[in-house]
Structure formats: C-alpha cells, structure tokens
C-alpha cells in the first residue's frame, strides 16, 4: 500500500494552520518577543566589538555578525518545531496510542500537522525581519539567485531539524520524561548550529569538529548560502550537497532509531 | 463464517523493574537490574464474529486495556495467536488501522482547538473515504444524533458528553469493521449516557460493526451486549451470552427489608440467623442476598417475621453487577 496520496498530508498542513491562526494574540506575543531578543543580541555584540578595539573580529565586522545573528534569531524563530515536546506530551498523556492506531506514519502524521504552523511562521516571523533586514542595511544581503539556493538549504535544513528532533523525541519512549532531554538538545542545536553565535568565532580545533556535526547544516548553512558577498555555484554546491547527506542520514538514522524503539516499546510495553 | 477476531492462548508478559522504597533505594534502582515478570494476559481464547457487540469485563488492572492494545497491534503478544480480520495486527499496523476505530476513555482524537468539522474533514482525508460515503455517514449521525450544532463548535468548547459523543462519531466516520470502545461512558450523566448507548446500538445494527466495548458500567452492558466476556487476573473467568451468567450463580434474590430500632444491630442478628447469605445495610434498609436453592425468599422472609417486627420490604431480581461483582470476588 505505497500509494502517495498528496492530499492526506495537505489536510494536515491545512489543519495546522487554521489552528495556528486560531491562537492570535500567541502570533503578536511571539513577534515581540523575537524583536525583544533582537535589542539584547544587538547591545551585546555591540559591546563585544567595542570591547575588543578592532572593528574586525574573526574575520567579521559587527555589521556582518549582527545581520547574521538577527536572520540565525529570524530563521531560529521559525524553523523551531517542539516536536519533542509533542512526542513527549502525546507519549505521557497515552494519546500517541490513538496516534499510532491511523493508517498514516507517526513520523509524517506529526511533520504533516506541524507544517501549517511552520509556514504561518516563515510569513509571520521570518519573512518581515528579512524584508527589514534587506532594507535596513542596503545590501548586506546580496539579493539574487542566492535566494534560490537558500530556499533549497533551508528546506533540507527542516528536514534536519526535524530528524534532530524526531530522534530526541523518541529517547522520550524510554525515559518518559521531557524537559531535561529536550533543554538539552535545545542548548547543544543553538550552539552547535551557529544560531547563538556565529560559528566563525569558534576556536580552532572546536571550528573543525563542528563542521563535521549534522547541526550547523541547520541554521549556518543556509545563512552562509544566503549572506556569501561573493558566491561561487562551487562553494554553494558543496556545501548544499554536504547538507543532503546530513538529511539523508539523520532520515534514516531517525527512522532506523524509531523503528527499533517502538518495536522495544510493542514488545515490553509502555 | 470465519470469526474477524480469532485470538488462541494469547499471552503477554512485561518486564518490571523492582522498585525499592526510600531516597537510597530511589538511587539504586537506577542501577537496577532486579526485573521481574507479571503476566497481565494469560492464555486467552476467543472467537468474535462480525456484527457482535462483545462486553469485556473484568476489575481495574484485570488486563483488558494490554488485550485491546494487542487487538490493535499497538502491543505484541509474548505467546499465542491473534488475528483480526485474517491479518496479524502487529505486523500490519496500519493495514489493520485501516480498518477498526478507537476510542479511549478521556483521551480524544479530535484536534482541540478546531471546530469537530475539521477533524471530520482530516479524518476523511487519512482513511481516504470517499466523498459520498462521507456525505453518507453524516447524514446518518444527524439522523442519529442532532449533530449540526456540534459540528461548528471547537473541540475545546464542548462538555465532556459532546465530546465523547463526537469521539465516537469519529471512530466510526471510516466505517470500520471494529470498533473498540474503552469505558466510553466514563464520567457522564444519565441522558448523555443513553444517548451513546442508542448511538452505539444503532451503529452497529445499521453498519453492521463489530464492537469491543469495555466499561465498569453495567448499565451500558445490559444496554449493549448479548455477549460478555470478564477477565481477571489475566485469565478468561467467562465468556457467554449475558442471560446464562445470571442462571451461573444459582437464582439469586435481593430481600430488603425495613425494621424498627437499629438497623446494624439487626442486621448481625439476621447475619447469625442466615450466615449461608450476604448481609447489608444501610440507612433505609437491611438487604439480605438469596439464593433460592438453598432457601425460599418466603421463607426466610417468614422466619425473619418471627423474630422482628418488619415494617416494609421489597423483592428484587439480581442486577447483573451483582452477579460480576460475584465472579470478581470469588478468587
């Protein structure tokens, strides 16, 4: 029964927006917010760089640092799922059962539902920090087929995400506890992943490793595809080629993880 | 007819870890490896045939939540055989999905903050209904239960009744084969409980459902089931049809009467008197439960006049929780 039926999903896309949308005053408090985290970013790094006396640190001016923090925060803001805390909470309420009883995969059913949110956020919050971002600097972000590939790194950058997630989740079968697992996971996905800080401030040895981690294909690659002054289709295509790997690997490694784990779970109960 | 529920020697087994008590014992048990082993199903057989609206019973913990796990594949059997509708359940989770609705006592499928219609519309969408078969299936509900002001209302809004309601509706919306109920009258009131009942009843007539109804209700089994099925323990105590359980125990007759003074003091009395039958009372009246083969009503009634001056009583027949609550207490 491998029939793709496009709309089963859509439904779920549709749900979740109308749902999103039903919470409004969530939507305004989220932005304000986000524009409160903006004003500390931007005084902190502000004192970073007067602090230090150059006008260049790592290789990065704070104009650079601050447009790529302000679109990381943006990026951050939209692309962030609490699908664990969804598992979490559907794993300790039991309602997961229910969950599992549909004819559609856990793994896409819970995807599905979140993608409405995820794209009232890309409009709601990403899009307007962008536009002002674009405009405020003139040209900090060169606008161009950049664009494009950015749209691609981050789409495969949600699948990652969400792989990250899905996997974090899922060691809440075990545990059937939450919040210390998924702060964890939260600290290490900020950092890691350049959303706090860029990662062209790491010191050395760390920089490298970090590299070789899934989570910097989340939030770093696309911001590099996008804020690169002078891009080459080389740079852009390995470094869009590396994250397909990443999302191809944390898909299996995720679905391989569940898999193995609900069968423990089905066999020794829960 | 093949049976849609075939179940043989179904056995299932969890590990437990042994807590110790105390700060201390908290602080090994994470280092545990003391586990031992409950059965919460123990070899069990049975047959459903479609269109039967089976009751299963048994006491909180008997191992009846781990049996509908396993006839849904959410579980795997340690041992034994299961098949529903010719298909393992565990095996093809979702093909077996396809085909059965669930209901799970307070746990609702419905999306919270949407109006109930667009739960419909999803789950139209998942099971694939095709549209005239949805159109269908609402024009039965309203003709059923008024669902039209229903429809338009956020999940979240609605009473404990109306949502059950709807989440009934829900699992029947794919027109399954089987459907599983758990406990789905729990805490609501005496309208709303026969509304589900007649809701329930009418379903499985018209779509000819075969329905797995647990409760602790014996209204609902005396409204539903021809069939019941009580488990404790893990083990089968019964499976028949609802009218020989009653003949199981003997003709049983509650006796109640109403005497001067205090009624506990008498009660002892006719305890001493009778210590073949169970004895209560309450503020009204003491209850004497008979079992006509061993002693005619009239005469235990006639004996008791003898001895006390009896102001009023009443006869009545055994209600069919008595007779469970008899099989649970005779382990």
Redesign the interface.
């Known amino acids: 029964m491998k029939t793709l039926n496009l709309k089963k999903y859509l439904t779920l896309t549709r749900m979740g927006i109308i749902e999103s949308l039903q919470f409004r005053i969530g939507t305004f408090v989220m932005i304000i917010g986000n524009l409160l985290y903006l004003t500390l970013v931007y005084f902190l790094w502000k004192a970073i760089f007067a602090s230090s006396g150059t006008d260049r640190v790592n290789g990065m001016t704070f104009y650079d640092t601050l447009v790529y923090l302000v679109l990381a925060t943006a990026l951050y803001g939209f692309m962030e799922m609490y699908t664990v805390w969804e598992i979490g909470r559907n794993i300790q309420s039991g309602k997961i059962v229910l969950d599992l009883l549909k004819p559609i995969k856990y793994k896409s059913y819970l995807f599905w539902s979140y993608s409405g949110e995820l794209l009232r956020n890309f409009i709601c919050v990403f899009l307007p920090t962008f536009l002002v971002v674009c405009i405020v600097t003139h040209g900090a972000v060169p606008l161009g087929i950049n664009l494009l590939f950015f749209i691609v790194s981050v789409i495969m950058g949600v699948i990652i995400s969400y792989n990250i997630d899905y996997i974090v989740g899922t060691i809440c079968l075990f545990t059937e506890s939450i919040w210390g697992i998924n702060i964890m996971r939260q600290v290490i996905v900020l950092l890691l992943s350049g959303a706090t800080i860029p990662i062209a401030f790491f010191p050395e040895p760390f920089k490298s490793a970090v590299f070789f981690l899934p989570f910097q294909a989340v939030y770093n690659t696309p911001l590099m595809i996008l804020l690169d002054p002078a891009p080459s289709l080389q740079t852009t295509g390995r470094m869009l080629a590396l994250q397909l790997i990443w999302c191809l690997v944390m898909t299996v490694v995720s679905n391989l993880f569940w898999r193995v784990s609900l069968r423990q779970i089905t066999v020794n109960g829960g | 007819m093949e049976p849609v529920i075939k179940i043989r020697d179904l056995t299932?087994e969890?590990?437990v870890l042994n807590h110790r008590e105390g700060l201390k014992g908290s602080m090994m048990d994470l280092f545990s490896r003391d586990y031992k082993t409950v059965r919460?199903v123990d070899h069990i057989s049975m047959d459903v045939e479609e269109g039967e609206i089976v009751g299963y019973l048994g006491p909180n913990g008997a191992g009846k939540s781990?049996t509908i796990?396993m006839m849904?594949?959410?579980?795997?059997p340690s041992s034994g055989e299961i098949l529903v509708g010719g298909t393992i359940p565990?095996k093809n989770?979702?093909?077996n999905?396809?085909g059965?609705g669930?209901v799970?006592g307070q746990?609702?499928?419905l999306?919270w903050?949407?109006p109930l219609i667009?739960s419909f519309?999803?789950l139209k969408?998942?099971?694939?209904i095709p549209d005239e078969k949805y159109n269908e299936m609402l024009e039965l509900y309203q003709s059923l239960v008024n669902i039209k002001p229903l429809l338009h209302k956020?999940v979240r809004q609605m009473s404990l009744g109306q949502r059950t309601l709807s989440d009934i509706l829900a699992a029947f919306l794919h027109d399954p084969k089987i459907v599983y109920l758990d406990e789905p009258t729990i805490g609501l009131d005496v309208s709303m409980k026969s509304k589900i009942r007649t809701l329930i009843q009418a379903l499985n007539e018209k779509k000819h459902t075969t329905v797995i109804l647990t409760t602790h209700d014996m209204g609902d089994v005396d409204a539903l089931c021809r069939r019941i099925v009580i488990i404790d323990h893990g083990k089968l105590l019964y499976d028949d049809d609802i009218s020989n359980l009653k003949t199981l125990f003997g003709s049983y007759r509650t006796l109640k009467i109403r005497t001067g003074g205090d009624l506990a003091s008498k009660a002892r009395e006719i305890e001493k008197m009778f210590p073949e039958f169970a004895v209560k009372d309450d503020e009204e009246w003491i209850s004497v439960l008979v079992d006509e083969e061993r002693a005619k009503v009239m005469k235990v009634l006639h004996e008791l006049e003898e001895t006390m001056t009896i102001k009023d009583m009443q006869l009545e027949e055994i209600a069919t929780e008595d007779v469970i609550r008899k099989i649970y207490e005779r382990k």
Request: aromatic share 14%.
């Open positions: 299932k969890f590990k919460a781990t796990k849904t594949g959410v579980l795997q565990y989770r979702s093909r999905a396809q059965i669930v799970f746990r609702s499928q999306w903050a949407l667009e519309r999803l969408d998942i099971y694939q956020p």
